[in-house]
């Protein structure tokens, strides 16, 4: 079974440009999570997808961010204008249900924003 | 509201030694409670979990964890130390919601060396 894939491992963008994070999950997992962990700081929640609807955006920052699952499959995180407090690491996770059953997370992207 | 604490951000331990990593949080529901590890340039691996069964908890790579309520304490612990266990540790808490528990709260990390 292959694992959750994020692209790209790493992005250098300037302060004002867009940023597109795609993540993949596993075939057959309809749950589908984005969280980021600033420098220093904790892992936080973004959102959860069920299929191709938002079931939780509650951990979205601002309206910079902008996530989507096309067809409840791949995922798309965009951020529009990057700022230099969005620099860190996405982590995305997929699972067939919820926490009973287990996330798989993807190795994640590294996001630095100059 | 729930939140984790990971006492230590950085724990030394010796290679053959005790790991002991902390965790507390806090929950006004029964919780579910997880310990995730990260290796370099990977992603979060799942170690071991609680959801309301026994309380000692067996993962892999030879970690457990106890629960204890009347402490709020979820600490990590594995009898001898090997150098492949040098990596970040997390701390994690989520409460049912409606569809279930979905939602993960991450302690800061706990960063773990061996040396030999």
């Known amino acids: 079974e292959a694992g959750v894939t994020q692209f790209p491992s790493h992005s250098v963008i300037e302060k004002g440009q867009t940023v597109t994070l795609r993540c993949d999950p596993i075939s057959g997992h309809d749950n589908l999570y984005w969280y980021r962990r600033v420098m220093g700081k904790e892992i936080k929640f973004l959102l959860h997808f069920v299929k191709e609807s938002k079931q939780d955006e509650s951990g979205m920052p601002n309206n910079r961010f902008l996530a989507e699952r096309t067809g409840g499959t791949y995922s798309t995180l965009k951020v529009q204008p990057a700022e230099l407090e969005d620099s860190g690491v996405y982590f995305c996770?997929?699972?067939?249900?919820?926490?009973?059953?287990?996330?798989?997370f993807g190795s994640g992207t590294r996001l630095t924003v100059v | 509201a729930q939140s984790v604490t990971q006492l230590g951000s950085h724990v030394s331990v010796s290679e053959g030694a005790l790991v002991l990593l902390r965790c507390n949080y806090s929950?006004?529901?029964?919780?579910?409670l997880f310990w995730y590890v990260q290796y370099p340039n990977q992603g979060l691996q799942l170690l071991l979990k609680y959801t309301s069964a026994a309380t000692l908890v067996k993962g892999i790579n030879g970690f457990e964890a106890e629960f204890k309520k009347s402490e709020t304490s979820f600490h990590l612990t594995k009898p001898s130390a090997h150098m492949s266990d040098a990596a970040e540790y997390f701390c994690a808490v989520s409460r049912p919601r409606s569809g279930g528990y979905n939602k993960l709260i991450f302690g800061a990390g706990t960063r773990l060396a061996v040396h030999p």
């Open positions: 996770a997929s699972s067939r249900g919820d926490l009973n059953y287990g996330y798989t």
């Open positions: 929950s006004s529901v029964p919780p579910y």
